[in-house]
Structure formats: C-alpha cells, structure tokens
Nanobody
C-alpha cells in the first residue's frame, strides 16, 4: 500500500510562489508516474502536471504551463510542485497522485491508483 502526504500549501498573494511537496511511503516509489491535480469548489478535479518515474518526462496543463514546475527526488520518495506567478484562479485543493501500473503521463484521475489527502492553496487578489 502506498501512502501520500502533501504539505506546503497556504495563502499567498497573486504573483507569489508556493512549493507543494508530496512524500510517499511504501514500495517502489521510483517506478511510479506521479501527478498533481486540483479541485476548486463546485468544480471537477482537474489535471495540473505529471512526471514519469525517471523525471525525464513531464507534462502540464495549458493553464499552468510556464508557471508551474513538477519535479521529483526518488532518493527522498518525494515529488514537488513549484508554483510561480500564482493567480486567484489557481485557488483549489491540490492533490498528489501515484500511478503504479500504467506508466504513461496520465491526465485523468482514473489513471492514478493512490491519492494524497489534499492541501489547500489560496491565492488572494
């Protein structure tokens, strides 16, 4: 069983930065594709970014491309989401997720097997 614990969220002004971390426990983290999703009130969970096991391949939603960076440290079993130039529309609960089986850069929640508890990010205007 894989457990994911996010940290690093909070309140920031528009234009500011935050870094989210997601620490994984369990087996074989280094073989998983990892993703970040977010969900705003009244909206469906949406894809933000994904990274393959080696860290060599990444993919971003158009809405965050050029502002957010996903990375991972397999030695620390941790994936990060660096968020710069934050906008009020980035306000949401952010979730990290792990794909154990598919191995590609999935962009829908059903592509992922394990989920963190969620971490609130609020961007004020």
């Amino acid at each position: 069983q894989v457990q994911l614990v996010e940290s690093g969220g909070g309140l920031v002004q528009a234009g500011g930065s935050l870094r989210l971390s997601c620490a994984a426990s369990g087996r074989a983290f280094s073989s998983y594709t990892m993703g970040w999703f977010r969900q705003a009130p009244g909206k469906e969970r949406e894809f933000v970014a994904a990274i393959r096991w080696s860290g060599g391949s990444t993919y971003y939603a158009d809405s965050v491309k050029g502002r957010f960076t996903i990375s991972r440290d397999n030695a620390k079993n941790t994936v990060y989401l660096q968020m710069n130039s934050l906008k009020p529309e980035d306000t949401a609960v952010y979730y990290c997720a792990a794909d154990e089986f598919l191995g590609f850069l999935g962009t829908t929640p059903r592509n992922y097997d394990y989920w963190g508890q969620g971490n609130q990010v609020t961007v004020s205007s």
